[in-house]
Protein backbone atom coordinates (compact mmCIF):
# COMPACT_ATOMS: atom_id res chain seq x y z
CA UNK A 1 0.00 0.00 0.00
CA UNK A 2 3.00 2.30 0.81
CA UNK A 3 5.06 1.81 -2.12
CA UNK A 4 1.54 1.94 -4.60
CA UNK A 5 0.47 5.41 -3.16
CA UNK A 6 3.83 6.54 -3.06
CA UNK A 7 4.57 5.95 -6.73
CA UNK A 8 0.80 7.03 -7.31
CA UNK A 9 2.12 10.47 -5.92
CA UNK A 10 5.37 10.94 -7.63
CA UNK A 11 3.26 10.47 -10.94
CA UNK A 12 0.77 12.44 -9.52
CA UNK A 13 3.48 15.23 -9.57
CA UNK A 14 3.88 14.66 -13.53
CA UNK A 15 0.38 15.71 -14.36
CA UNK A 16 1.06 18.93 -16.57
CA UNK A 17 -1.27 21.87 -14.87
CA UNK A 18 -2.49 24.75 -17.49
CA UNK A 19 -1.15 28.00 -16.76
CA UNK A 20 -4.26 28.88 -16.20
CA UNK A 21 -5.38 26.79 -13.57
CA UNK A 22 -1.84 27.23 -11.38
CA UNK A 23 -2.96 29.57 -9.47
CA UNK A 24 -6.71 28.83 -8.95
CA UNK A 25 -7.25 26.13 -5.46
CA UNK A 26 -7.85 22.83 -7.51
CA UNK A 27 -6.20 21.33 -10.62
CA UNK A 28 -5.59 18.42 -13.12
CA UNK A 29 -3.41 17.21 -9.77
CA UNK A 30 -5.32 17.81 -6.68
CA UNK A 31 -7.10 14.71 -6.91
CA UNK A 32 -4.32 12.44 -7.19
CA UNK A 33 -2.21 13.94 -4.63
CA UNK A 34 -4.97 13.51 -2.33
CA UNK A 35 -5.43 9.81 -3.00
CA UNK A 36 -1.93 9.35 -2.58
CA UNK A 37 -1.65 10.91 0.78
CA UNK A 38 -4.53 9.19 2.08
CA UNK A 39 -2.82 6.29 1.07
CA UNK A 40 0.04 6.77 2.90
CA UNK A 41 -1.78 7.60 6.11
CA UNK A 42 -3.70 4.23 5.76
CA UNK A 43 -0.71 2.39 4.48
CA UNK A 44 1.25 3.63 7.61
CA UNK A 45 -1.92 2.53 9.76
CA UNK A 46 -1.84 -0.42 8.47
CA UNK A 47 2.18 -0.90 8.94
CA UNK A 48 1.85 -0.06 12.89
CA UNK A 49 -1.84 -1.88 13.45
CA UNK A 50 -3.29 -3.93 10.53
CA UNK A 51 -0.87 -6.57 9.83
CA UNK A 52 -2.91 -9.78 11.92
CA UNK A 53 -6.26 -8.08 10.29
CA UNK A 54 -4.54 -8.76 6.78
CA UNK A 55 -3.49 -12.11 7.57
CA UNK A 56 -6.84 -12.83 8.77
CA UNK A 57 -8.26 -11.69 5.72
CA UNK A 58 -5.81 -13.74 3.57
CA UNK A 59 -6.84 -16.62 5.31
CA UNK A 60 -10.83 -16.35 3.79
CA UNK A 61 -10.20 -15.36 0.31
CA UNK A 62 -11.62 -17.81 -1.68
CA UNK A 63 -11.47 -19.26 -5.22
CA UNK A 64 -15.41 -17.48 -5.91
CA UNK A 65 -13.98 -14.17 -4.39
CA UNK A 66 -11.13 -14.44 -6.68
CA UNK A 67 -13.00 -14.79 -9.83
CA UNK A 68 -15.43 -11.94 -8.84
CA UNK A 69 -12.53 -9.86 -8.33
CA UNK A 70 -11.26 -10.46 -11.66
CA UNK A 71 -14.91 -10.11 -13.62
CA UNK A 72 -14.59 -6.21 -11.77
CA UNK A 73 -11.32 -5.76 -12.84
CA UNK A 74 -12.13 -6.89 -16.36
CA UNK A 75 -15.55 -4.72 -16.04
CA UNK A 76 -12.95 -1.78 -15.59
CA UNK A 77 -11.67 -1.96 -18.65
CA UNK A 78 -14.32 -2.79 -20.40
CA UNK A 79 -15.96 0.30 -18.97
CA UNK A 80 -12.88 2.35 -19.96
CA UNK A 81 -12.85 0.79 -23.61
CA UNK A 82 -17.00 1.68 -24.31
CA UNK A 83 -16.46 5.36 -22.60
CA UNK A 84 -15.48 6.77 -25.69
CA UNK A 85 -17.79 5.19 -28.09
CA UNK A 86 -21.32 4.87 -25.89
CA UNK A 87 -20.77 8.25 -24.06
CA UNK A 88 -20.52 8.74 -20.12
CA UNK A 89 -23.84 8.03 -19.76
CA UNK A 90 -24.93 4.92 -21.32
CA UNK A 91 -21.30 3.27 -20.76
CA UNK A 92 -21.64 4.33 -16.86
CA UNK A 93 -25.10 3.20 -16.33
CA UNK A 94 -24.07 -0.36 -18.17
CA UNK A 95 -20.71 -0.77 -16.12
CA UNK A 96 -23.16 0.38 -12.77
CA UNK A 97 -25.51 -2.53 -14.01
CA UNK A 98 -22.67 -5.22 -14.78
CA UNK A 99 -21.45 -4.79 -11.87
CA UNK A 100 -24.28 -5.35 -9.64
CA UNK A 101 -24.74 -7.93 -11.32
CA UNK A 102 -20.90 -9.48 -10.74
CA UNK A 103 -21.94 -8.70 -6.95
CA UNK A 104 -25.12 -11.10 -6.72
CA UNK A 105 -27.81 -8.25 -7.14
CA UNK A 106 -30.98 -9.38 -9.00
CA UNK A 107 -33.68 -7.04 -7.75
CA UNK A 108 -34.79 -5.36 -11.42
CA UNK A 109 -35.52 -2.45 -9.42
CA UNK A 110 -32.38 -1.47 -8.07
CA UNK A 111 -30.42 -3.07 -11.27
CA UNK A 112 -31.86 -0.49 -13.68
CA UNK A 113 -33.11 2.03 -11.16
CA UNK A 114 -29.83 2.79 -9.13
CA UNK A 115 -27.76 3.31 -11.99
CA UNK A 116 -29.86 5.33 -13.43
CA UNK A 117 -29.98 7.45 -10.32
CA UNK A 118 -26.36 7.45 -9.17
CA UNK A 119 -25.39 8.49 -13.09
CA UNK A 120 -28.13 10.98 -13.52
CA UNK A 121 -26.80 12.93 -10.20
CA UNK A 122 -23.37 12.67 -10.93
CA UNK A 123 -24.14 13.72 -14.64
CA UNK A 124 -26.33 16.70 -13.09
CA UNK A 125 -23.77 17.84 -11.18
CA UNK A 126 -20.67 17.67 -13.49
CA UNK A 127 -22.54 19.39 -16.36
CA UNK A 128 -25.14 21.67 -14.71
CA UNK A 129 -23.18 22.85 -11.44
CA UNK A 130 -19.37 22.08 -12.43
CA UNK A 131 -20.03 23.07 -16.71
CA UNK A 132 -17.57 19.84 -17.05
CA UNK A 133 -18.80 18.34 -20.46
CA UNK A 134 -19.38 14.90 -20.58
CA UNK A 135 -19.51 13.45 -24.19
CA UNK A 136 -22.01 12.06 -25.24
CA UNK A 137 -20.04 8.92 -27.30
CA UNK A 138 -18.89 8.91 -31.01
CA UNK A 139 -22.17 6.63 -31.82
CA UNK A 140 -24.42 8.36 -31.52
CA UNK A 141 -23.27 11.25 -33.68
Known sequence: MLVISLGYGIAALG?????????????????????????????????????????DVLERITPAAGIRAAGLLGLCAMYGLALEPLGFVVASCGAV??????????????????PILVVGLVWLVLEGLLEVHLAWGSLWH
Open 15 to 55: IPVLPADALEPMSARTLPLVLSALGLLLGVALWFNGLEVER
Open 97 to 114: TAGLLLMGERRPLLLFGL
